[in-house]
């Protein structure tokens, strides 16, 4: 299983982040994957920030979750990440990976840098 990331590098305080990833090797429907989004921001520890599950059913940080949506595209092969009202505590490397069942992280994505910044 393979993933890509894409999407904007800059996006201005108050704007919405959106980036997808792109999924090959694997349908992102197939049970039973769970695709993830994780964040590093500068000088910080990796960042487990949401999930969607093959069926569906998403699950964000706690701290995220009035500003967070994780979506699907199974035409696409893809699921995408949208963080709104971003500040410049948001900027960080953005990665995608998933899991199968109860093991540990797959592949990961190469990661995107997003900069928040006017």
């Known amino acids: 299983v393979q993933l890509q990331e894409s999407g904007p590098g800059l996006v201005e305080p108050s704007q919405t982040l959106s980036l997808s990833c792109t999924v090959s090797g694997e349908s992102i429907m197939a049970t039973p994957y769970t695709w993830d989004w994780i964040r590093q921001s500068p000088g910080k520890g990796l960042e487990w920030i949401g999930v969607i599950h093959d069926t569906g059913a998403t699950y964000y940080k706690p701290s995220l979750r009035s500003r967070i949506s994780i979506s699907r595209d199974a035409s696409k092969n893809q699921f995408s990440l949208q963080l709104s009202s971003v500040t410049p505590e948001d900027t960080a490397v953005y990665y995608c990976?998933?899991?199968?069942?109860?093991?540990?992280?797959?592949?990961w994505g190469q990661g995107t840098q997003v900069t928040v910044s006017s």
């Open positions: 990976t998933y899991r199968l069942g109860a093991l540990a992280w797959g592949n």
